[in-house]
């Protein structure tokens, strides 16, 4: 690679918390966004199956690439970016093996209506109300810590979320009409 | 009766009540009119019912993540990788083993056995088409996700040199570049107030700009246009390797920008973008990409280190300009004719000073302080040199080298420089007027500082410094609105001068 001038003091010591002595602190990692991560991936799935194992397919990305982190407070973003990646990846790998919803095995006895509406209305938001959503109901139902994750203003997460919530209601409705 | 249409407005606001997200003000009034109106309270009550399948639906997938979160720590834990390190597959190991080999050229022998064995094999017991999922919307969806990044961006102009620079993007409105010459610039542009820190790091001088009311805006951030060709119909270019990668490339055509991209076939990521802007004459190329960069804060801080020598510039939005040093060579270019005041100082001797006159560069006329006219035109062979001397009403004529010929105008010297290699001395009142600096090494080592108007970015004062022979010349007092008459140039003698042929040059 090319390298043009002088590059930044990266810090030689890795950070206690992803040393791989530390064996907790990878699972406090999972245990504190596990939620906003299916909350992504949620959102950019058509199927809440495919999000499940695309919150286990991002953490163990996540535990290869840890030291790529350097900054803790900064891990929740890192991981919803690789999130959205992997939904991309599955996506790409979905269509190039030909797999369309037809092909899919049948819905098990236990899936719950409810969830699959949602999801299909869900489906049908843009993508930025999707994600908006997805975070304020699945992770403690906070503006400010979805404004957090996301990186954006309260005042837009707040506006995504009430624009994004009419026109799921919107879509629920037209669905039970 | 309500308003229909005041009621439509009223649903996000009745969306935020049933969320909790309503503020308390607003709280009361909406409850006032809930009160008078069948029709949002229906809504409000339809609204509220959702809500609650909404959550428990949402509780539902939450109660999932719990088992999840299980099933990956159950997965790392019987992973042979460790955190920070891919796994290795077996082939890699046994490359890898041949580091142990003493000697060098058969560590490169085995590696290139290797390399053409696997190659061979990829070739022939691959899929043919190792590309057949990547589209360009799989393409735009990854540069859309793409901040923080860093990559070498060049930029080249027809018959100019590229320019090269480093950029950090920490996001559209923070950017870091590092310059080949190693001078480092931060640009914030997210507050008010355009913030700019430059750091010349060999000789530790830091200028802290600060534009007023220039801000907040984003950078014209050349993977955001490319994010945006979501609809652009894209020429699949097929692949071929890049740096070692196999790459998978696209040509989005266009009038104004004209794309191609070329993506790692495998992630769809971004090795290198080429830009043609037909109607500006350039090509600007990205490549040498870094993703999800955890780029340390720090670094786009616009204010100055420790053990700098700091000057800060602060100016208004309204008048403050930034020209590089290729804006000012096609300024200056259209400038002739123009007046100005010339000095040359060397060590020892006295200043030497004269006005002047310049036509183009191969004729001008000079003013002396004692009187003294010397007009010059290389435009001839041999080149000419007629001096007049008023008071004596006599003349002297005299050639020169073989013509026709140039002056080494220092205005012209302005072409010589890249784009993107000068230091920006920031804003300085100079002969009265603010003006912002420019330093530069020319190709031949000379060092070139321009001061140009802050309002109307012409030339206020030009100094070079021959710095092998220790001379220093500088041009001031422009006047680049000058009407200047083609007879103050001829080189015939006036009536009433007495003529003398001197000796050639």
């Known amino acids: 690679m090319t390298e043009i001038g002088p590059q930044p003091n990266r810090p030689k010591v890795r950070p206690t918390w992803t040393n791989p002595e530390n064996d907790d602190a990878f699972e406090a990692l999972v245990r504190r966004h596990a939620a906003a991560v299916m909350a992504v991936c949620l959102a950019n799935t058509h199927s809440r199956h495919d999000a499940e194992d695309l919150v286990q397919e991002v953490f163990v990305h996540a535990f290869r690439k840890l030291h790529r982190l350097r900054d803790r407070d900064k891990a929740r973003p890192w991981l919803l970016q690789i999130a959205r990646r992997q939904c991309i990846d599955h996506r790409r790998r979905r269509r190039s093996t030909g797999l369309v919803p037809d092909d899919l095995p049948a819905p098990s006895e236990d899936r719950d209506p409810r969830l699959d509406r949602l999801h299909a209305a869900l489906a049908q938001l843009p993508e930025n109300y999707r994600e908006t959503i997805s975070l304020y109901y699945l992770d403690r139902r906070s503006c400010a810590g979805v404004a957090a994750s996301l990186g954006i203003s309260e005042a837009a997460v707040r506006q995504r979320l009430l624009r994004g919530r009419l026109m799921l209601h919107d879509l629920l409705t037209r669905d039970t009409q | ?505």
């Open chain 2, 1 to 505: 009766m309500s308003d229909p249409e005041e009621c439509q407005d009223r649903r996000e606001s009745i969306v935020a009540l049933v969320l909790g997200e309503l503020d308390a003000i607003d709280v009361e009034e909406l409850n006032q009119h809930l009160n008078t109106c069948d029709v949002c309270r229906g809504f409000r009550e339809a609204l509220a019912d959702e809500e609650t399948t909404v959550r428990s639906a949402f509780d539902a997938i939450a109660r999932g993540v719990g088992p999840i979160e299980h099933r990956i720590v159950e997965r790392i834990d019987d992973s042979e990788t460790q955190p920070g390190s891919q796994a290795v597959p077996r082939w890699v190991q046994l490359v890898g083993g041949l580091r142990t080999m003493k000697r060098p050229y058969k560590i490169l022998a085995a590696t290139a056995s290797v390399t053409v064995v696997l190659t061979g094999l990829g070739a022939w017991f691959l899929p043919g088409d190792h590309t057949a999922g990547i589209a360009f919307a799989d393409v735009l969806e990854q540069i859309r996700l793409s901040r923080p990044y860093a990559c070498v961006s060049t930029t080249q102009y027809e018959g100019r040199r590229p320019s090269t620079r480093r950029l950090m993007l920490l996001s559209l409105t923070r950017r870091r570049e590092i310059w080949p010459d190693g001078s480092i610039h931060v640009f914030d542009l997210s507050g008010q107030d355009l913030k700019i820190l430059s750091l010349y790091p060999k000789r530790k001088i830091a200028i802290e700009e600060t534009i007023l009311g220039a801000g907040p805006r984003r950078d014209p951030d050349l993977l955001a246009i490319v994010a945006a060709k979501r609809e652009a119909k894209a020429e699949d270019l097929g692949t071929r390797q890049i740096n070692g990668r196999l790459a998978q490339g696209f040509h989005a055509p266009g009038k104004a920008n004209d794309f191609t991209v070329w993506a790692d076939a495998r992630t769809g990521l971004p090795i290198r973008i080429e830009l043609r802007q037909e109607s500006l004459g350039r090509t600007i190329t990205m490549h040498a990409f870094e993703f999800d960069v955890d780029f340390d804060e720090s670094l786009f801080s616009t204010t100055a280190p420790d053990g700098y020598t700091v000057r800060k510039v602060q100016q208004d939005a309204g008048t403050a300009t930034r020209p590089v040093a290729a804006d000012l060579a096609e300024r200056i270019r259209g400038l002739h004719p123009y007046v100005c005041t010339r000095t040359v100082q060397e060590k020892g001797k006295p200043d030497r000073t004269c006005r002047i006159m310049r036509l183009n560069l191969s004729r001008r006329r000079e003013i002396l302080p004692d009187g003294r006219i010397v007009i010059w035109n290389l435009s001839r062979d041999p080149t000419q040199c007629l001096t007049l001397f008023p008071k004596e009403k006599r003349a002297t004529e005299t050639t020169g080298s073989k013509g026709p010929s140039k002056d080494p105008d220092l205005l012209k010297m302005a072409f010589t420089l890249q784009d993107g290699t000068e230091e920006d001395l920031g804003v300085r009142q100079i002969e009265g007027r603010n003006a912002r600096g420019f330093r530069s090494m020319s190709w031949s080592g000379n060092e070139l500082t321009f001061w140009i108007d802050a309002e109307t970015d012409l030339p206020v004062r030009l100094e070079i410094v021959h710095t092998n022979v220790g001379r220093k010349i500088i041009l001031s007092d422009f006047e680049f609105t000058a009407d200047l008459d083609e007879s103050l140039f001829s080189t015939a003698v006036p009536d009433g001068y007495t003529l003398r042929i001197a000796p050639p040059w």
